[in-house]
């Protein structure tokens, strides 16, 4: 981003922000952006910015694999993903520093929650540490690196549902922090240390997130391979079948994969390393086919990885289990891969396609599954049309429906990082540094 | 067995089976074997026999690891089984062969199904072969081998719910069509023919299939490591969630996986072998612990390549995982493995226990999953006793309790292999060769 701050003068005693203007150079559907921000000594600071969930075509790695270092989160494989747009799905967060501020606050949702939290505080560490460094022993800067920081975050999704919530999060809170303190260039090491995969999420449309081979894990940072305007075809269906909290939060699920799954470590030496050539080149030519069964075979080989753990792990249930039948079933009537899911920690499924066969899939989709009260709610995000079903493949493949097991079908795509919000209605933290809203 | 079989004389033109007294060498607590068995020249010859079900421990093969020829059934790594008693589970099979017979014919649970699939006649090849062999010129053989057969055969359980009851099936067709043709000895490797798996049921207790090497399957046989009286402390319990059909036949399925799943191959060349020799320590010194968490590694891992074929198997549902975690928690409460699940291909569960367990967790089991409507019919096969749940063992381990989701829990224990059957009424061919009563 090209921004530009205009710093704001207030009084040093009182938390009141201003506004300063940016400018950024971003895609033309994604929103200007804006930033309320106040830089004064001795004031609180506050800045607001969304960022894109990110949907994983293939090759988890951390929450989705392992890491091969806890503390640093570094993982043991590499890892692509692709980051869904946030006009459809996002995380909103407001940081604030101030003088007045008595301790790290930080609410998610709407709800305080412990900031003494180790990620939390090895994000502030992190961008305090490029702040010094920057500065240099610049004493004038605006804001003392000593300044209490509060942060409200909201999610427009479910939360720990396996939808890359915390990835999400962690880029959002880094990205704040950032702009805050004035640290600008590459962050996603910094995300990193919050959630893993959060450091896929600092960049737009198609990202690797390289294991890296130094044990400080400098190496292990995220890099685009290809920006969301790549692939303009490419459309993407998140079929939300629970909003429930998973039972086992990724993070500690994965560290016990890393001990106990003779299969995770084949699967991370041998397997992932050859995929990821392969599914690099997949997106390259656009080639729909390939990157679409590459992408199923390796959920699924996640999936596994999971199940071999021990005690097992289970982010499938039974209605993953049929949207994944569906999507076979519906490839193999047109006798070719023109679907593909993929399904992170949880049990919701991000379906990938073509925008010439979204309309004909969520029909199937609502066949298969329909939708039980909210019939007016069942789609949201981009526009989708009607289809007409043809006899043949709805007795082909829309067999045994489930009424209600979907909540709702999301249409999106590929989009860019993370955004700076212009609407000082969305900041989520008040002039006296606390929520000025609930979630 | 030591079997001595008395011919009986029969009108030769008339198909009416006549009894022939068996004596066998069989433990104390199987029933008194007898067959009905007419095998004079030009008549219809019978024979009765109840084959156990096996429960895989462990490292489960075929049907449940895939082969490495489907023509011979060769499984593409050894494995471990317990067979259980026919007290319990069986399946009661009736062989006959008659020159009035103008077909093979053939009925399982009292529907007839078509009884020139490759594998019903590859037994039936087999076993005349071996016959042949036998008999070398003695024209004056009792039974033509040219004669067509007619077969019954019923299960007192689920079929093709992943309780191997294509296995118990075919061994105990193998076993009846043996005796009809008078073949001794070896027969598992006849066995494996009709479906591999079936090799080990033709044993009692702790049987390990070899793979073998040979590329015609010779030494691909099964081999009694202990028998059933090995280990008396030994409880397991069935526990039946579906009697559903499953998705995808195993053996369908498993083909599938030995062709798309990398993760298969890694696991019957580097992990399989180093378990089947912790496995059989772990039966030989009867440790439970290392019995039961080897037992537990394992069936996640086979259910992991299942998920990891392309496209994906799925054998356990909701119900299934649940009892996973519940075997989890109530481990981990005691501090110790007491109970241990294995899952074949499908939904339902084998624990396996000691007995001073059998009657606690048989409790948490039945908070768990409240039955419906059968109370009474609940608890099936051997006696379980009472139990008074601690609160804090409630609190810790049954939480979230589904009504209904688990149909009966049955009490068994290892058992013997095939058995004749002493009793006339419970042969499933009437004089005619028809089936004499429906399932």
Redesign the interface.
């Known amino acids: 981003m090209l921004c530009q701050a205009v710093p704001c003068s207030a009084d040093g005693q009182q938390a009141v922000p201003c506004h300063a203007k940016w400018c950024c150079a971003i895609p033309s559907d994604a929103m200007p952006c804006q930033a309320v921000l106040c830089c004064a000594k001795q004031c609180c600071a506050a800045h607001s910015g969304t960022v894109p969930w990110q949907a994983l075509p293939n090759l988890s790695t951390s929450p989705t694999g392992g890491k091969r270092d806890t503390d640093l989160i570094l993982p043991i494989n590499s890892s692509l993903s692709v980051t869904l747009h946030q006009d459809q799905l996002r995380t909103t967060t407001t940081a604030a520093a101030c003088h007045d501020f008595t301790e790290d606050r930080l609410w998610l949702n709407g709800e305080e929650v412990d900031a003494a939290q180790p990620r939390l505080q090895a994000c502030l560490r992190e961008v305090r540490r490029l702040a010094r460094k920057r500065r240099g022993d610049d004493a004038a800067a605006p804001l003392s690196l000593s300044y209490k920081v509060h942060v409200a975050s909201e999610n427009n999704f479910p939360t720990a549902a396996g939808l890359a919530s915390s990835a999400a999060g962690y880029a959002c809170l880094v990205s704040a922090l950032a702009r805050l303190y004035g640290v600008e260039g590459e962050l996603s090491e910094v995300a990193r240390r919050g959630s893993g995969s959060a450091c896929r999420s600092m960049l737009g449309g198609f990202v690797q997130w390289h294991r890296g081979e130094r044990p400080d894990g400098r190496d292990s940072v995220a890099q685009q391979l290809a920006p969301e305007t790549h692939w303009p075809e490419l459309s993407i269906l998140v079929l939300v079948v629970s909003g429930e909290k998973k ?1 086992v939060g990724s993070t500690a699920g994965m560290q016990t994969s890393v001990d ?1 799954s ?2 995770l470590k ?2 991370a030496e ?2 992932v390393p050859e995929r990821m050539t392969r599914m690099a080149r997949c997106i390259r030519d656009r080639d729909f086919e390939a990157f679409g ?1 590459l992408t ?2 390796d959920s ?2 996640f ?3 999971c ?6 792990i ?1 982010y ?3 209605i993953s ?1 049929r949207i ?2 569906l999507v ?1 079933r519906f490839n193999a009537h047109h006798g070719r891969t023109k679907v593909a899911y993929t399904f992170d920690a949880g049990p919701n499924a991000v379906v990938f396609m073509l925008e010439d066969t979204v309309d004909e899939f969520v029909e199937v989709v609502r066949r298969s599954f329909p939708p039980d009260s909210n019939g007016d709610q069942f789609l949201r995000g981009r526009p989708v049309g009607t289809a007409v079903l043809p006899e043949e493949l709805v007795s082909a493949v829309v067999v045994d429906p489930v009424p209600g097991a979907i909540r709702y079908v999301l249409h999106t795509k590929p989009g860019p990082g993370p955004q700076l919000l212009d609407d000082p209605s969305q900041h989520l933290l008040g002039p006296d540094g606390l929520p000025c809203r609930s979630a």
Request: net charge negative; glycine share 0%.
């Open positions: 039972a106990t003779p299969l084949y699967r041998v397997v069964q199923m075979q699924n080989q999936h596994a990885t199940l071999d753990t021990f005690p097992p289970f499938l249930n039974d289990q994944i039948a076979h």
